[in-house]
Nanobody, 115 residues
Framework: QVQLVESGGGEVQAGGSLRLSCKAS????????MAWYRQPPGKQRELVAM???????NYANSVKGRFTISRDTAKNTVYLQMNNLKPEDTGVYYC?????????WGRGTQVTVSS
């Protein structure tokens, strides 16, 4: 079992920045990959960014150049630095972990970007 706890959401004006954190209950080196997803109002959940156990990263086209996923293995924490936020970035952001064949989700943190 892996527990994931997100923090760092909030409300910000367009052009602003936020940093989300996801703390895992286990050593993140053991996790195949960790990712951030988001669910905009009235839409399906979508992948935002992913980082593998080897440190490789991947981003949705809509956030490339603005968002950065990183990790601190000593703290078992993954971050999502979000810069130049846009109103369309609004949604609930979820932390996700794939460990073996099991997938785990955090409860989510709300990000609201006003124009």
């Amino acid at each position: 079992q892996v527990q994931l706890v997100e923090s760092g959401g909030g409300e910000v004006q367009a052009g602003g920045s936020l940093r989300l954190s996801c703390k895992a209950s286990t050593n993140i080196f053991l996790i195949n990959h960790m990712a951030w997803y988001r669910q905009p109002p009235g839409k399906q959940r979508e992948l935002v960014a992913m980082i593998t156990s080897g440190g490789m990263t991947n981003y949705a086209n809509s956030v490339k150049g603005r968002f950065t996923i990183s990790r601190d293995t000593a703290k078992n924490t993954v971050y999502l630095q979000m810069n130049n936020l846009k109103p369309e970035d609004t949604g609930v952001y979820y932390c996700n972990a794939l460990w073996g064949l099991s997938e785990y989700w955090g409860r989510g943190t709300q990000v609201t970007v006003s124009s």
